[in-house]
Every structure is written in structure tokens, then in C-alpha cells.
């Protein structure tokens, strides 16, 4: 299954336990397959910039690495018009209708009150795991 996973879902896997982590766990055993365009993995390595600032320990960069070389990246033109509140979100929306995904995974509120725009469904983190990986435990 291919899925849209916005910077939060994406950074919060990495770091801490819960739903952002077993949806990474997924991908890891290649249950899910993650679909990013230039623009989100902008966005992730500009996150990364801000917390090894902040946070001298973490590196980023190695996951993104590996998001590059194991995930498919989608050339994703932007929306015609904006479609969220927060013109930002619109990307992952863009990303997902040009890669034919169906769900982006996101707790942006914003963002999941445009789930169904051109079929693309938001699922919270919690929402996906219960939806799409059931009970089993990594």
C-alpha cells in the first residue's frame, strides 16, 4: 500500500513509540510503501535542520537517506488552487493524487478536514494502523 506521511507522522516515527512508529515498522517490513515528491522531503530535511539544532544528537539525514533509495518519489505539480487552510498541506495532497496513493497519514486537523479531496483519504496515525496494519505488534 502506498502512503503519503506527513512531516509529524515522519519525524515522530523515528523518535518515539506509537502508531508514527509502527507505521515506519510497516514500511520496514514492506507492508506499506511510503511516496514523498521534492517538496515533502524538503520540508523533512528542513525539520531535521531544526531539531539537530536544537537537539545537537539527532541526525535526520541517514533516515532520509534511506527514504530516498527505498521509497517512491512522485513528481507532484501543485494544487490549481488551495485546498487546505494551511497552504503548506496542500503538498501532501498533491503528492498523493500524482502517485495514485489513497491515503495520506497526518494528525494535522486542517488537513483531515479535506479528507475525500479527489479520493485521497487523511487518517490520523492511530486511525491507519487500525485501519491497515490491525493488532499485530512489531
Not at 25 to 42: D, M, T
Not at 59 to 65: C, H, V
Request: hydrophobic share 45%; charged share 25%; aromatic share 8%.
Amino acid at each position: 500500500m502506498r502512503v503519503v506521511l506527513d512531516t509529524n507522522v515522519f519525524v515522530s516515527g523515528i523518535f518515539f513509540r506509537g502508531p508514527p512508529a509502527r507505521i515506519l515498522s510497516a514500511w520496514r517490513e514492506g507492508r506499506i510503501l511510503p511516496v514523498v515528491s521534492a517538496e515533502i522531503l524538503g520540508e523533512y530535511r528542513r525539520v531535521g535542520q531544526v531539531l539537530a539544532a536544537r537537539f545537537p544528537t539527532i541526525d535526520l539525514e541517514p533516515f532520509l537517506t534511506l527514504l530516498v533509495t527505498h521509497a517512491e518519489i512522485a513528481l507532484a505539480p501543485p494544487l490549481r488552487k488551495q485546498v487546505c487552510d494551511d497552504p503548506d498541506d496542500d503538498k501532501f495532497l498533491a503528492c498523493a493524487i500524482a502517485a495514485c496513493a489513497r491515503v495520506v497519514v497526518s494528525g494535522d486537523r486542517a488537513l483531515g478536514r479535506v479528507s475525500g479531496f479527489h479520493g485521497v483519504e487523511v487518517l490520523t496515525p492511530r486511525r491507519f494502523v487500525e485501519e491497515h496494519l490491525g493488532s499485530d505488534r512489531p
